[in-house]
Nanobody, 126 residues
Framework: QVQLVESGGGLVQAGGSLRLSCAAS????????MGWFRQAPGKEREFAAG????????DDADSVKGRFAVSRDNAKNTLYLQMNSLKPEDTAVYYC???????????????????WGQGTQVTVSS
């Protein structure tokens, strides 16, 4: 079992920045990769960014490319999402997720992940 707890969400003006954190505990040694997903009101949950736990290879969705950066601290078992140049359309609940089965190829799909955090709200005002 892996437990995930997000933090760092809040209200920010357009153009501002936030850094989300996701603390992992439990059997973190079996994590293969982790991801950030987001769900805006009335919309489906979508992939934002992902990172391989070993090696640090990353991938970002086109909608956040160049503005968001995913990173991890293996020693602290913590995942981060640095969000810059925020836009009102970035408003959503942000979730972190962990994969323990491998298959990085499908890292942008919700079904690829085995454990989820409870989510943290990010609101960007115009």
């Amino acid at each position: 079992q892996v437990q995930l707890v997000e933090s760092g969400g809040g209200l920010v003006q357009a153009g501002g920045s936030l850094r989300l954190s996701c603390a992992a505990s439990g059997r973190t040694n079996i994590m293969n990769h982790m991801g950030w997903f987001r769900q805006a009101p009335g919309k489906e949950r979508e992939f934002a960014a992902g990172i391989r736990w070993s090696g640090g290879h990353t991938d970002d969705a086109d909608s956040v490319k160049g503005r968001f950066a995913v990173s991890r601290d293996n020693a602290k078992n913590t995942l981060y999402l640095q969000m810059n140049s925020l836009k009102p359309e970035d408003t959503a609940v942000y979730y972190c997720a962990a994969n323990v089965r491998g298959t990085w190829t499908l890292h942008d799909r919700q079904s690829n992940y085995d454990y989820w955090g409870q989510g943290t709200q990010v609101t960007v005002s115009s």
